[in-house]
């Protein structure tokens, strides 16, 4: 069965570093999105894309965080000069419209970054 | 906007019981998806079941089903013959119907399955 997968599964940076994280999304969606989970916290929406555009961004989502799909497989989620509150766990996800016109997100591993 | 609220913090079950995890919603939207995700200790997000708001017959998956009353907007997940593997974090969700709909979700239950 097809699944998203990020890469890397736990990434650990100093403050004020940059950090790329990288997904796969399911071959044939074209709906993407990243969502963060900082620890016993709930999920928060960061970002969605589609066709090379952002369609959606939340108040999190500021000028420190870049999203971008460089080749026809991956999805990246990058971030300037981390912040010691950008410790988290990122969740990339994907969608197909092709099954209605809103369809399932379906989650990768998740990231778990770490910024000392 | 949308919230979804999910009150109860955690809960127990024996195993082979049956559990409900509540979770309640505000929207002005008409249409809509509700889906609840299980979220184990490897704290990957996995679909559990997905609602469509237009449809009145609940959504059922193997051991899963829910009681979808969209009137009051609740959105409950009921857990039958309870086992182990159930135990994890679960999280109620909500998407407007629209291509490219961001998921706004609740705060989580931990659900905790004794032997």
């Known amino acids: 069965e097809p699944e998203v997968t990020q890469t890397p599964s736990h990434q650990v940076t100093q403050m004020g570093q940059e950090v790329i994280l990288r997904c796969v999304p399911i071959?044939?969606?074209?709906?993407f999105y990243w969502y963060r989970q900082i620890l016993g916290q709930k999920v928060e929406f960061l970002v969605s894309f589609y066709n090379n555009e952002i369609s959606e961004k939340s108040e999190i989502f500021d000028d420190q965080f870049s999203v971008e799909r460089p080749d026809g497989s991956n999805f990246t989620l990058k971030i300037r000069s981390t912040k010691l509150e950008d410790s988290a766990m990122y969740f990339c996800?994907?969608?197909?419209?092709?099954?209605?016109?809103?369809?399932?997100?379906?989650f990768g591993p998740g990231t778990r970054l770490t910024v000392l | 906007a949308q919230t979804v609220t999910q009150s109860q913090p955690e809960m127990s079950v024996q195993e082979a019981e049956t559990v409900t995890l509540s979770c309640t919603y505000d929207t002005s939207e008409n249409n809509y998806y509700l889906f609840w995700y299980k979220q184990p200790p490897s704290r990957q997000m996995i679909l559990v079941i997905r609602q469509e708001a237009y449809k009145q017959q609940n959504a059922t998956e193997n051991r899963f089903s829910v009681n979808f009353q969209k009137a009051a907007k609740s959105f409950s997940l009921k857990i039958s013959d309870s086992q182990l593997g159930d135990t994890a974090m679960y999280f109620c969700?909500?998407?407007?119907?629209?291509?490219?709909?961001?998921?706004?979700f609740g705060k989580g239950i931990t659900l905790s399955v004794r032997p």
């Open positions: 996800a994907s969608s197909d419209p092709g099954q209605g016109v809103t369809d399932t997100q379906y």
């Open positions: 969700a909500f998407v407007r119907t629209g291509a490219n709909s961001k998921l706004t």
């Open positions: 071959s044939n969606h074209l709906y």
